[in-house]
Protein backbone atom coordinates (compact mmCIF):
# COMPACT_ATOMS: atom_id res chain seq x y z
CA UNK A 1 0.00 0.00 0.00
CA UNK A 2 3.20 2.38 -0.52
CA UNK A 3 1.71 2.99 -4.05
CA UNK A 4 4.90 4.67 -5.98
CA UNK A 5 6.73 4.42 -3.13
CA UNK A 6 6.59 0.61 -2.84
CA UNK A 7 9.86 -1.13 -3.05
CA UNK A 8 9.01 -2.98 -6.51
CA UNK A 9 9.02 0.43 -8.15
CA UNK A 10 12.24 0.86 -6.91
CA UNK A 11 13.53 -2.16 -8.25
CA UNK A 12 11.83 -1.24 -11.80
CA UNK A 13 13.42 1.95 -11.37
CA UNK A 14 17.13 0.46 -10.23
CA UNK A 15 16.47 -1.43 -14.15
CA UNK A 16 15.56 1.29 -15.81
CA UNK A 17 19.00 2.84 -14.73
CA UNK A 18 21.30 -0.07 -15.52
CA UNK A 19 19.56 0.05 -19.25
CA UNK A 20 20.46 3.69 -18.91
CA UNK A 21 23.89 3.15 -17.60
CA UNK A 22 24.69 0.27 -20.82
CA UNK A 23 23.42 3.23 -23.48
CA UNK A 24 25.83 5.38 -21.64
CA UNK A 25 23.18 7.41 -20.52
CA UNK A 26 25.06 8.16 -17.32
CA UNK A 27 22.68 11.33 -15.99
CA UNK A 28 19.56 9.86 -16.42
CA UNK A 29 20.83 6.29 -14.98
CA UNK A 30 22.11 8.67 -11.64
CA UNK A 31 18.21 9.77 -11.77
CA UNK A 32 17.16 6.94 -11.90
CA UNK A 33 19.40 5.15 -9.37
CA UNK A 34 18.54 8.24 -6.94
CA UNK A 35 15.40 7.85 -6.98
CA UNK A 36 15.38 3.99 -6.58
CA UNK A 37 17.99 4.90 -3.74
CA UNK A 38 15.76 6.91 -2.08
CA UNK A 39 12.95 4.66 -1.65
CA UNK A 40 14.25 1.64 -0.91
CA UNK A 41 15.69 3.63 1.96
CA UNK A 42 12.60 5.09 3.03
CA UNK A 43 10.68 1.79 3.04
CA UNK A 44 13.63 -0.85 4.21
CA UNK A 45 15.78 1.40 5.85
CA UNK A 46 19.48 2.49 5.13
CA UNK A 47 21.25 -0.60 5.90
CA UNK A 48 19.02 -3.70 4.23
CA UNK A 49 20.63 -5.06 1.32
CA UNK A 50 18.83 -3.73 -1.66
CA UNK A 51 19.79 -0.44 -0.67
CA UNK A 52 23.28 -1.61 -0.64
CA UNK A 53 22.77 -3.19 -3.99
CA UNK A 54 21.90 0.93 -5.61
CA UNK A 55 24.73 2.24 -3.25
CA UNK A 56 26.59 -0.05 -5.46
CA UNK A 57 25.29 0.75 -8.87
CA UNK A 58 26.20 4.49 -7.96
CA UNK A 59 29.41 3.75 -7.57
CA UNK A 60 29.87 1.82 -10.74
CA UNK A 61 28.27 4.46 -12.45
CA UNK A 62 29.99 7.37 -10.78
CA UNK A 63 33.40 5.29 -12.21
CA UNK A 64 32.29 5.84 -15.50
CA UNK A 65 30.95 9.30 -15.70
Do not use: C, W
Not at 12 to 18: C, E, G, H, P
Not at 26 to 45: C, F
Request: glycine share 4%.
Amino acid sequence: SLGDRHPSVATTLNNIAFVYRAQGRYEEALAYYEEALSIRKESLGNRHPFVVIVLNNIRVLRALM
